[in-house]
């Protein structure tokens, strides 16, 4: 029940006017239980109560669920898709990769054995959890090239031998 008041406070002011009023009562109405961190929410504001809900719950939920990968994906990064999947060598090129979670200044690389080569002209559009890069790029190999995307702060996720070089 907690989820809900949080939803609710952060959208309805006349919730949160009440809340201000009358906390224990909205407490009752959204059945926040005794073991939930009723006490301390009497004693703030509304905006940090929201707060200790919301860790909280992270807390509660980070016991119930081992990873939070389903409710908070935190820096997970995923590469679902490279297209085209092939290209010719010594000739530019201009890919897209979609996925999950890429950052605004996030990189690419093209490796293939001992060869990386850094993606050029990234640019990351990103809706929900859902990502699209678009990068250029020139290969003097031929060969089969991992594609990885880098995030800053070094998360990164890499799709083996996505891209043939010939």
Not at 40 to 60: K, P, S
Not at 130 to 139: D, E, L, P, Q, Y
């Amino acid at each position: 029940m907690l989820f809900h008041l949080i939803a609710d406070l952060s959208r309805e002011a006349t919730l949160r006017e009440r809340f201000d009023c009358e906390p224990e009562a909205v407490l009752d109405d959204y059945e926040v239980l005794e073991h939930e961190p009723r006490a301390a929410m009497l004693n703030r504001d509304v905006a940090e109560v929201q707060r200790l809900m919301v860790d909280e719950q992270l807390d509660v939920l980070g016991k119930l669920i081992p990873s939070r990968r389903f409710m908070w994906p935190g820096n997970e990064i995923d590469v679902q898709e490279v297209a085209p999947s092939t290209c010719r060598r010594d000739e530019p090129v201009e890919l897209t990769i979609r996925g999950e979670l890429f950052d605004p200044s996030a990189a690419v690389e093209f490796i293939c054995e001992d060869e990386t080569v850094q993606g050029q002209d990234v640019t990351v559009e990103s809706h929900g959890l859902s990502s699209t890069i678009v990068v250029r790029g020139r290969f003097s190999r031929s060969g089969r090239y991992d594609v990885r995307v880098v995030n800053p702060g070094g998360q990164h996720a890499t799709v083996a031998h996505a891209l043939s070089v010939g």
